[in-house]
C-alpha cells in the first residue's frame, strides 16, 4: 500500500518560515520524480516546486527565491522549506509521486494546511 504522509504545516505570520515534509512508503523512491502542489479556497491545484529522480528542480515564478524543495532517497522524503512567506501563500499543500517511467502512475498525499497571516 502505498502513502505518502505530509506534515510541517501550521499557521505563520507573514514574512515567515515553513518546513513541508513528506514521507513515502509503498514505493521505490529513487525512482519517483517528487513534487509539492497547492491548492487555495476556490482555486485550481497548482504545481510549487518539484524534484526529479536526478536531483533537477524547478519551482513556480511565484516562489521562486523563497522556496526550495529537497529530497532523501536514504529517508523516503522530500522537503519544502519556504522562507518569506505572504498570505498568498495560503493553501493546503500536497506531496506527490510520479514514476519516472510512466508519468499517470501518480499518487498523492493527503495534504496539510499551511496558514499565512497576522
Known amino acids: 500500500q502505498v502513502q505518502l504522509v505530509e506534515s510541517g504545516g501550521g499557521l505563520v505570520q507573514p514574512g515567515g518560515s515553513l518546513r513541508l515534509s513528506c514521507v513515502a512508503s509503498?514505493?521505490?523512491?529513487?525512482?519517483?520524480?517528487m513534487g509539492w502542489y497547492r491548492q487555495a479556497p476556490g482555486k485550481q491545484r497548482e504545481l510549487v516546486a518539484l524534484?526529479?529522480?536526478?536531483?533537477?528542480?524547478t519551482q513556480s515564478d511565484s516562489v521562486t527565491g523563497r522556496f526550495t524543495i529537497s529530497r532523501d532517497n536514504a529517508q523516503n522524503a522530500v522537503y519544502l522549506q519556504m522562507n518569506s512567506l505572504n498570505p498568498e501563500d495560503t493553501a493546503v499543500y500536497y506531496c506527490?509521486?510520479?514514476?519516472?517511467?510512466?508519468?499517470?502512475?501518480?499518487?498523492w498525499g493527503q495534504g496539510t494546511q499551511v496558514t499565512v497571516s497576522s
Open positions: 506527490n509521486a510520479e514514476y519516472r517511467f510512466r508519468s499517470s502512475l501518480r499518487y
Open positions: 524534484i526529479t529522480t536526478g536531483g533537477s528542480t
Open positions: 509503498g514505493i521505490t523512491f529513487s525512482g519517483y520524480h
